[in-house]
Nanobody, 116 residues
Framework: QVQLVESGGGLVQPGGSLRLSCAAS????????MSWYRQAPGKERELVAV????????NYGNSVKGRFTISRDNAKKMVYLQMNTLKSEDTAVYYC?????????WGQGTQVTVSS
């Protein structure tokens, strides 16, 4: 059974930082590209960042470029999202996604709220 479990969300002030983690189990993690998505109330889910299976390449949504960094540890089956200089518009539920060939899995999400 594949599981993706996010953690690290919470309440942070504008300009602050958070680090999200996603623990994967039940899959050959090193095969999968890993992504972070987010969904704010009343908005569609959007791609935040994606990292290739080997970790050598990554891409970011325009709204987070230069502020967020995605990374992974294949030995630990973990993927991370370091979020710096957070803004109120970053408030959303953040989801971890694993994707390979025809297989796609989602975590349950973790809430990030940026507010003073």
């Amino acid at each position: 059974q594949v599981q993706l479990v996010e953690s690290g969300g919470g309440l942070v002030q504008p300009g602050g930082s958070l680090r999200l983690s996603c623990a994967a189990s039940g899959l050959r993690f090193s095969n999968y590209a890993m992504s972070w998505y987010r969904q704010a109330p009343g908005k569609e889910r959007e791609l935040v960042a994606v990292i290739a299976s080997g970790g050598g390449r990554s891409n970011y949504g325009n709204s987070v470029k230069g502020r967020f960094t995605i990374s992974r540890d294949n030995a630990k089956k973990m993927v991370y999202l370091q979020m710096n200089t957070l803004k109120s518009e970053d408030t959303a539920v953040y989801y971890c996604n694993a994707n390979w060939a025809s297989y796609a899995y989602w975590g349950q999400g973790t809430q990030v709220t940026v507010s003073s």
